[in-house]
C-alpha cells in the first residue's frame, strides 16, 4: 500500500523569503501523480500544484514549485517570496495514475502547518 | 463557474440521530470522491462513486455510513445512528468524465463540519 509522510508538522517563514516543505512517499508503482494542497483557515481544500511521476521536469506555478527526486521518492515544495496570504496548512497527496476503473483516490500526508510572519 | 458546492456547511446531530451531508459536483464532472479529515489530522479517503455506480468504498466503515450518487441530483452520503466519533469533516471532490490531465485533479468543496453532541 502506498503512504504519504511529512515530517515536520509545523513550519515558519518570514515575508518574501523562501521555505521549502518536505514530503516523501512509498510505492511500488512507478507512474502515479503526486499534489500539494492548501487548506487555509477557512478549510477549504486549494489545489497548488501537480506533477506527473513520468515528466523529469519538475512542475512550477508562480511563486510555487516543486523538487521531484523520483528515486529518493522525495517531493517537495518551495514557496518563494513568502506572502501572509500563504499560511495555511499544507497537505502532500499521492494518487496512481491509472488502475483500469480501480480507485482514483487520493492518499495524503498528515500536513505541515505554516506560519508566516511580517 | 461553480465550484464543488456541499451543503450544509455545518451539521450539528445528538447521538443516535441520521446525517445527511450533500454534495454537487462541478458541473459536467461525474466522478465523486468522499474524504473525512478528523481533528488535526489528514484528509482519509471513504468511497468514490460515478453515476450511479459505488467504484470503491474501501474507506467507508461497514456499517452505519452509505454513499450515493443519483442519476439526477447530488450525491449523498449518510450516517446513521451517529456517535461522537463521526465528529469530523467531511469533503467531497470530484473530477471530470474521460481521461487526460484534467481527469487526474480533484477539486475539492468547502466541507462539512459535522459534530455530535
Known amino acids: 500500500a502506498q503512504t504519504v509522510t511529512q515530517s515536520q508538522p509545523e513550519m515558519s517563514v518570514q515575508e518574501a523569503e523562501t521555505v521549502t516543505l518536505s514530503c516523501t512517499y512509498d510505492?511500488?508503482?512507478?507512474?502515479?501523480?503526486l499534489f500539494w494542497y492548501k487548506q487555509p483557515p477557512s478549510r477549504q481544500m486549494i489545489l497548488v500544484i501537480r506533477?506527473?511521476?513520468?515528466k523529469q521536469q519538475n512542475a512550477t506555478e508562480n511563486r510555487f514549485s516543486v523538487n521531484f527526486q523520483k528515486a529518493a521518492k522525495s517531493f517537495s515544495l518551495k514557496i518563494s517570496d513568502s506572502q501572509l496570504g500563504d499560511a495555511a496548512m499544507y497537505f502532500c497527496a499521492y494518487r496512481t495514475r491509472w488502475g483500469g476503473g480501480a480507485t482514483n483516490k487520493l492518499i495524503f500526508g498528515t500536513g505541515t502547518l505554516l506560519a508566516v510572519q511580517p | 463557474n461553480a465550484g464543488v458546492m456541499q451543503n450544509p456547511r455545518h451539521l450539528v446531530r445528538r447521538r443516535g440521530q441520521e446525517a445527511r451531508l450533500r454534495c454537487s459536483p462541478v458541473k459536467g464532472h461525474s466522478h465523486v470522491y468522499w474524504y473525512r479529515q478528523l481533528p488535526e489530522e489528514g484528509l482519509k479517503f471513504m468511497v468514490y462513486l460515478q453515476k450511479e455506480n459505488i467504484i470503491d468504498e474501501s474507506g467507508m466503515p461497514k456499517e452505519r455510513f452509505s454513499a450515493e450518487f443519483p442519476k439526477e441530483g447530488p450525491s449523498i452520503l449518510r450516517i446513521q445512528q451517529v456517535v461522537r466519533g463521526d465528529s469530523a469533516a467531511y469533503f467531497c471532490?470530484?473530477?471530470?468524465?474521460?481521461?487526460?490531465?484534467?481527469?487526474?485533479?480533484?477539486?475539492f468543496g468547502p466541507g462539512t463540519r459535522l459534530t455530535v453532541l
Open positions: 506533477q506527473e511521476a513520468y
Open positions: 510505492t511500488s508503482e512507478s507512474d502515479y501523480y
Open positions: 471532490a470530484s473530477s471530470p468524465p474521460g481521461a487526460g490531465h484534467t481527469t487526474d485533479t480533484q477539486y
